[in-house]
């Protein structure tokens, strides 16, 4: 029930303005530039909304741990990090600091869920940061375990909460988290995928100080000791 009003949402916002522009119900050109605008974000957060129910629903019916083994870089996972984000961090002028052992492991399930694992988690990082704030990534091995830390001087989680961001569409609600553009699936899809690969994440934080997440992945070997 969840998800059918969080797809309703937009489908109302798009059906209503587009039937507003069908009906030339529109001022001047700006102003249709303006619905189209909105009907363009709309459309944009349906899109993201349904990748990430999908992207559940796999999760849901994967239960055992497809058998493979993959080789990644510490490397190339800070690197395509600094790719894939360079352009927020630089529109919020945030600091960022990358601190990696730089190993080559082996892991025996998807690489690419490690990726989204830390996208996401890295991702909100940004957005709960308010401009000029700062970020700190680490990445180390330890025990055959891949741990990542990523640190924010962000907005913060409240104690009473923490638990529940974990859960499926859950967003803080606090104002300025809400003004901020989610699904609040994200973190659903990282403790799925962690719980699959017998991963950890942990969270230390406080409302306006910042938030501490801290990420373990068992590995199945290193290569560089
Ligand atoms: P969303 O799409 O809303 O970001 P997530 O599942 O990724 O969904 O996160 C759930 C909620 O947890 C967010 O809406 C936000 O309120 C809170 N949250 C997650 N990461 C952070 C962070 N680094 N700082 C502050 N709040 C956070």
């Known amino acids: 029930s969840n998800a059918s009003h969080e797809l309703k949402t937009p489908l109302t916002i798009i059906s209503g303005f587009l039937e507003t522009i069908s009906l030339k119900r529109f001022k001047n050109e700006t ?13 944009n957060r349906l899109k993201k909304l349904v990748y990430d129910l999908l992207s559940l629903a796999t999760l849901e019916n994967t239960y055992m741990q497809i058998n493979r083994i993959e080789e990644l870089s510490t490397k190339k996972i800070i690197l395509n990090l600094q790719k894939i984000f360079s352009e927020l961090i630089l529109e919020k002028n945030l600091k960022v600091t990358w601190n990696y052992e730089d190993k080559e492991i082996f892991i ?3 690489k690419e869920w490690l990726e989204i694992i830390i996208q996401n988690i890295f991702e909100n990082s940004i957005k709960y940061t308010p401009e000029y704030g700062a970020i700190d990534v680490k ?14 001087t962000g907005i913060g989680i409240a104690k009473e909460n923490q638990n529940k961001i974990f859960e499926r569409f859950y967003r803080e609600d606090l104002s300025h988290s809400k003004a901020i553009e989610g699904t609040g699936l994200g973190l659903s899809i990282v403790k799925h995928m962690l719980d699959l690969v017998q991963g950890e994440i942990y969270l230390e934080s406080e409302i306006n100080i910042g938030s501490k997440f801290i990420v373990e992945i068992p590995i199945s070997s290193i290569k560089n000791i």
Do not use: A
């Open 139 to 152: 990445i180390y091995i330890e025990n055959f375990k891949m741990i990542v830390v990523i640190s924010d």
């Open 31 to 43: 102003q249709l530039f303006y619905f189209i605008d909105i009907i363009e974000k709309e459309v």
């Open 108 to 110: 025996n399930f998807k």
